[in-house]
DNA sequence: TTCCGAGATGATTATGGCTCATAATCAGCA
DNA sequence: TGCTGATTATGAGCCATAATCATCTCGGAA
């Protein structure tokens, strides 16, 4: 529609290439996977000849990458758009639990790519940063249901996390084995499990119950603590 | 030592071929990854010419399902064994996660595998077996659990071996790329863990009104939380 | 108009999975 | 113990495809 020409820089040029190359990279990787996948039909689709992919990505591996690294910068961002509504960290805890699931059935085959990757690449920083952000968006979430007293202080973050992200990601391998689909139970079930374990007060069945007479001298002890580590920093 | 000549029938010379590829074929997968792996190397290690591996496995990936496949049997094994001395299944569940994170951990290559493989065949039977055998040893214990009472009869047993396994080999990717090993934390965690939703009688807290007596820990339990943030930055 | 060089091209090379014509080996038999 | 047909092993070569590189294109500066 915009009858004016457009006015493309050197770089502006090369920025569309760029992008072209990801986009034909990325449907022919879903579709015929990595080995599948064929340089010259990816070349082919971008409307490229196949020798001018090398010049913008050194291999088939890192185009991969590329196109992997993207895909989770795009997965984080709408996450957080699933989870901003919600003021409840329990609330943004079932959010994100059915975003995660909802997103790994619908886009297995990217994120088993995503698996498979890192044992290519030497470095093996590889993707390390986009899916630490990713998995953030639970840190934060985590984090602001401490700061509320909804969540055992003492909890150790990254051990929440795991489960939570272990038990969806292989929830949704069986579900999809069982060909079955996105199942509400599954994400209810997990964010009671997380409830009932880090909520406060809660003692974990481990220890013993506190005495209760030691309540109020135990309770002055921490409150000396925290106030000589406030006084410190 | 035994001066007898072994009497070698055609059949045991195949089944000792068949092993030695197989043998081969696993460290050399292991140590170059799918991709990496060239069958010549693996003919030469196991001393035999190129053509005569697709005599007994027909293909590349046929070939990595065989070792993969022979992988999860003898650990199914292993974990059985490590399981059977307990009676109690509390007791069984965290022997069974340690044996599992432990091995996950040690034989992290092996099982990345597994999981790249799948897609590659086009049968989706592939491994289907082994896998549910393997991960059954868990589903017995928790039968067991149910039928002592010690687990709520309603509980979906498939969703708790979710949790379990799912939760442990996300914690042993974390923890092997923070660069450290077996940890007993993450174990005992995920059991009390486990305990505390499938216990019977305990109604989850899923809205619980916060006891007033509580007020004053809960209190120092935020105030702790916030330091310890104040502390990190 | 000529010239330059960054950028694009695709024929060519290198690699590795897999095939197949041929050779070696073996059990059964006289 | 030699003969024989069948079974099993071999590795040179085929072919698909990732990656390379000599060559070409073309916008813009002189």
């Given at each position: 529609?915009?009858r004016q020409?457009?006015?493309?820089?050197r770089?502006?040029?090369?920025?569309v290439?760029?992008q072209?190359?990801l986009d034909?990279?990325?449907?022919?990787?879903?579709?015929?996977?990595?080995?599948?996948?064929?340089m010259?039909?990816?070349?082919h689709?971008?409307?490229?000849?196949?020798?001018t992919i090398?010049?913008y990505y050194?291999?088939?591996t890192?185009l991969?990458?590329?196109?992997?690294?993207a895909?989770?910068?795009r997965?984080t961002?709408?996450?957080?758009a699933a989870?901003?509504p919600?003021d409840?960290?329990?609330e943004?805890l079932q959010?994100?639990a059915?975003?995660h699931?909802?997103?790994v059935?619908e886009?297995?085959?990217?994120i088993?790519?995503s698996q498979?990757?890192?044992?290519?690449?030497?470095e093996?920083?590889?993707?390390?940063?986009?899916?630490?952000?990713y998995?953030?968006?639970?840190?934060q979430i985590f984090?602001r249901?401490r700061?509320?007293g909804l969540i055992?202080?003492?909890?150790?973050?990254?051990m929440?996390?795991?489960v939570?992200?272990?038990?969806?990601e292989?929830?949704?391998?069986?579900?999809?084995?069982?060909?079955?689909?996105?199942d509400?139970?599954?994400?209810?079930?997990l964010?009671?499990?997380?409830?009932?374990?880090?909520a406060?007060?809660?003692v974990?069945?481990?220890?013993?119950?506190p005495?209760?007479?030691?309540?109020?001298?135990?309770?002055?002890d921490?409150?000396?603590?925290?106030?000589?580590r406030l006084?410190?920093?």
């Amino acid at each position: 529609m915009s009858r004016q020409r457009p006015p493309l820089t050197r770089r502006e040029k090369v920025e569309v290439r760029e992008q072209a190359i990801l986009d034909a990279a990325r449907d022919v990787f879903i579709e015929q996977g990595y080995d599948g996948a064929r340089m010259a039909e990816i070349a082919h689709k971008a409307g490229i000849a196949e020798g001018t992919i090398y010049l913008y990505y050194r291999t088939k591996t890192v185009l991969m990458r590329a196109v992997v690294g993207a895909f989770w910068i795009r997965l984080t961002a709408d996450a957080e758009a699933a989870v901003r509504p919600h003021d409840c960290p329990f609330e943004a805890l079932q959010a994100l639990a059915r975003f995660h699931l909802q997103a790994v059935i619908e886009r297995f085959d990217v994120i088993g790519l995503s698996q498979a990757l890192p044992a290519k690449l030497d470095e093996p920083t590889a993707l390390r940063g986009e899916l630490r952000s990713y998995v953030s968006v639970f840190d934060q979430i985590f984090q602001r249901g401490r700061d509320r007293g909804l969540i055992r202080p003492n909890a150790a973050l990254w051990m929440a996390r795991d489960v939570f992200y272990g038990s969806l990601e292989y929830s949704a391998r069986t579900l999809m084995q069982r060909g079955e689909t996105y199942d509400a139970d599954v994400v209810d079930n997990l964010v009671r499990l997380i409830r009932a374990h880090y909520a406060p007060g809660t003692v974990s069945p481990q220890a013993g119950p506190p005495d209760p007479a030691d309540a109020p001298s135990l309770l002055i002890d921490r409150l000396e603590a925290v106030v000589t580590r406030l006084e410190q920093l």
